[in-house]
């Protein structure tokens, strides 16, 4: 089933800091911090796109087409934390509610998480509207307080962030990003 992505919240705080990435890259002045904050967010952008994994707290809107003919439908960029709203609309633009719990359930245990249909019920048979029918709204990303992002993701963020510093003006040497790629790798999700 394909979907498309919405950030509907941005990113707020990054998986790791300015000064994670100054203790790592031996940095005592304060003249580049703001450099190394847009290294931080693109190095970041680009592990969300390669893992296809939420690395840092975010508001996604999961936009479908159709309903799937499976009994569950796939979240992408998990770990997500919570689904705030799930609506369908029909043909008349109306729009339903779909509740937790009589509707659908969540198995956020899982890489990707997904909604799954309860035992013995099925989608609403209803004329969806011809454009983004279904919206789910969630909240996904690492919260680095109950759910901390996995430190071999923060040092590929730290290697990245380190690569990008060094060959500023240069291209970065494919064997160093292989380096980074497969500390990446170990939590790659490959599915949507």
């Not at 005592?28 to 939420?54: C, G, K, M, N, W």
């Amino acid at each position: 089933m394909e979907g498309r992505i919405k950030v509907i919240t941005p990113v707020s705080a990054e998986p790791i800091t300015v000064d994670d990435v100054k203790d790592q890259l031996r940095i005592d002045t304060a003249e580049e911090d703001d450099y190394l904050a847009d290294l931080i967010f693109a190095v970041r952008d680009y592990a969300e796109h390669y893992t296809r994994l939420s690395l840092a707290t975010q508001v996604l809107e999961l936009m479908l087409d159709a309903l799937p003919s499976a009994n569950f439908i796939d979240l992408p960029r998990s770990p997500v934390q919570s689904v705030t709203s799930f609506k369908l609309t029909d043909v008349f633009a109306v729009e339903t509610t779909m509740v937790l719990g009589t509707d659908y359930l969540l198995d956020l245990d899982r890489i990707p998480a997904r909604i799954v249909l309860p035992y013995n019920k099925s989608w609403p048979g209803i004329e969806l509207h011809p454009v983004a029918p279904i919206r789910i709204r969630y909240e996904a990303g690492y919260n680095n307080t109950t759910n901390k992002v996995p430190y071999s993701l923060k040092a590929g963020l730290l290697l990245h962030v380190g690569l990008l510093y060094q060959y500023r003006d240069a291209e970065i040497p494919e064997g160093a990003m292989t380096t980074v790629k497969r500390l990446y790798d170990m939590h790659r999700n490959i599915w949507f």
